[in-house]
């Protein structure tokens, strides 16, 4: 039985930054892409980075050039590294895996989902 599990989240004041940690337990196909989604009160939730098993990432707009994604592969870990914080990037951050290629964004695409993890940023 494949889970996820996030950590890292909590609260930072604007332009601060965190890490958010993802450990996948149980076994799940090798080739599966990881994506952090976040959802926001009251909004749908929306992906905002992604990598593939060859390392291939995407991101969202808005958090280009801010966030990194990145993956220990020995640990099974997925990290999302988050920088220059704004009150917008305030959400419930989730970590997925799924079936399809490539780094995709779409929340359609994920087959397993975390808990999430708060990440509340203060302005």
């Known amino acids: 039985h494949v889970q996820l599990v996030e950590s890292g989240g909590g609260s930072v004041q604007g332009g601060g930054s965190l890490r958010l940690s993802c450990l996948a337990t149980?076994?799940?196909?090798?080739?599966?892409?990881k994506t952090w989604f976040r959802e926001a009160a009251g909004q749908e939730r929306e992906g905002v980075a992604g990598?593939?098993?060859?390392?291939?990432?995407a991101y969202a707009n808005s958090v280009k050039g801010r966030f990194t994604i990145s993956q220990d592969r020995v640990k099974n870990i997925v990290y999302l590294q988050m920088n220059n914080l704004n009150a917008e990037d305030t959400a419930i951050y989730y970590c997925?895996?799924?079936?399809?290629?490539?780094?995709?964004?779409?929340?359609?695409?994920?087959?397993?989902w975390g808990r999430g993890t708060q990440v509340t940023v203060s302005s």
């Open positions: 997925a895996a799924g079936p399809y290629s490539g780094p995709s964004l779409d929340v359609g695409d994920y087959l397993y």
């Open positions: 149980g076994t799940m196909a090798s080739d599966y892409s």
């Open positions: 990598i593939d098993a060859r390392g291939s990432t």
